[in-house]
């Protein structure tokens, strides 16, 4: 597994409300009763403690432009990190063109996505490694080999900080205490060995596991028979019945799962917002404001 400070970012997940309710979501969006919204104050706490990180802060959620407070958030984040090391993960949603501007002036990197596209495939987190019948040192191997971890985010949620985002969410969905780290300067220059500990979130997920991945337009999520018996009884998307009892068996994936990341598809998303988007040296895209465009420009 990777230490923190070799990722390419730290996720700080303001909420994990959206409007979306995608198949095999990592954040397990509407499996949530009541979704959080990080308080500002904390949003705040976490921004300072990246403020040295040297790679890129992001703002994720759920769908992040959906917080009450995102304005605010913003305006915070200008104080603290410089726009080149800001990074925003969003679907742009309809009704929130207003933020445009202060998306601009906050980050230098931009991610979008919508989760229109029927080619995008999600891995079914909610298959819990520790049902499935493979040799518990093969789970080991591939819990450690976790593609998840070796190429995402370390997160901040309103459990604490987390090695891993995935881990982060299932801890927050299931509602499990005192495994985050708090969120003090420099919790991020942990290493492999401080994370044994939160890895016993790892077995509640199938991430790394060999299993079929699922269209996200389904809106179908897979779950493993215990963590049904887990969920059925706050999930509103179990009452509404959009899930499937996973059989267990192992399945060799080979399909793409990240075909979505054209240049054109994300131009047009951010075209509805009157941006367009510049590749950076990062590799991310960076967002610019599309001159004599208006929200009429809508109707």
């Known amino acids: 597994?990777?230490?923190?400070?070799?990722?390419?970012?730290?996720?700080?997940?303001?909420?994990?409300?959206?409007?979306?309710?995608?198949?095999?979501?990592?954040?397990?969006?509407?499996?949530?009763?009541?979704?959080?919204?990080?308080?500002?104050?904390?949003?705040?706490?976490?921004?300072?403690?990246?403020?040295?990180?040297?790679?890129?802060?992001?703002?994720?959620?759920?769908?992040?432009?959906?917080?009450?407070?995102?304005?605010?958030?913003?305006?915070?984040?200008?104080?603290?990190?410089?726009?080149?090391?800001?990074?925003?993960?969003t679907c742009l949603p309809k009704g929130k063109?207003?933020?445009?501007?202060?998306?601009?002036?906050?980050?230098?990197?931009?991610?979008?996505?919508?989760?229109?596209?029927?080619?995008?495939?999600?891995?079914?987190?909610?298959?819990?490694?520790?049902?499935?019948?493979?040799?518990?040192?093969q789970k080991d191997y591939l819990i450690n080999k976790c593609w998840v971890q070796d190429s995402w985010s370390a997160s901040v949620n309103p459990k604490g900080a987390w090695f891993c985002e995935v881990a982060a969410a299932l801890a927050m969905t299931l509602d499990v205490e005192g495994l985050g780290w708090d969120v003090t300067n420099a919790w991020w220059a942990r290493s492999p060995q401080h994370y044994i500990t939160?890895?016993?979130?790892?077995?509640?997920?199938?991430?790394?596991?060999?299993?079929?991945?699922?269209?996200?337009t389904d809106e179908i999520d897979d779950i493993s028979p215990k963590m049904y018996e887990v969920l059925k009884n706050f999930s509103p998307k179990i009452k509404k019945g959009k899930y499937k009892i996973h059989n267990l068996e192992t399945h060799d994936e080979t399909r793409q799962c990240a075909t979505y990341k054209d240049e054109s598809y994300r131009n047009i998303i951010a075209k509805r917002y009157g941006m367009f988007l510049v590749n950076n040296e990062k590799g991310f895209n960076e967002p610019y404001l599309t001159k004599n465009w208006t929200i009429d420009c809508l109707k």
């Not at 016993?200 to 699922?214: D, F, I, V």
């Open 97 to 137: 063109e207003h933020y445009r501007e202060v998306i601009v002036a906050t980050f230098g990197n931009i991610f979008i996505n919508d989760h229109t596209r029927d080619d995008i495939l999600h891995g079914p987190v909610l298959v819990a490694s520790d049902e499935l019948p493979i040799a518990g040192w």
């Open 198 to 216: 939160q890895m016993s979130m790892c077995h509640y997920c199938g991430l790394a596991m060999p299993l079929e991945r699922r269209c996200s």
């Open 1 to 89: 597994m990777r230490p923190i400070i070799d990722m390419d970012n730290i996720q700080l997940e303001i909420t994990n409300a959206c409007m979306n309710q995608c198949s095999n979501c990592t954040r397990m969006c509407g499996h949530h009763a009541k979704p959080y919204f990080m308080e500002l104050d904390q949003v705040k706490q976490a921004i300072d403690s990246c403020k040295h990180y040297p790679k890129m802060t992001g703002i994720m959620g759920g769908e992040p432009l959906l917080h009450p407070q995102f304005q605010e958030i913003c305006e915070y984040m200008q104080t603290v990190i410089a726009k080149e090391k800001c990074g925003l993960w």
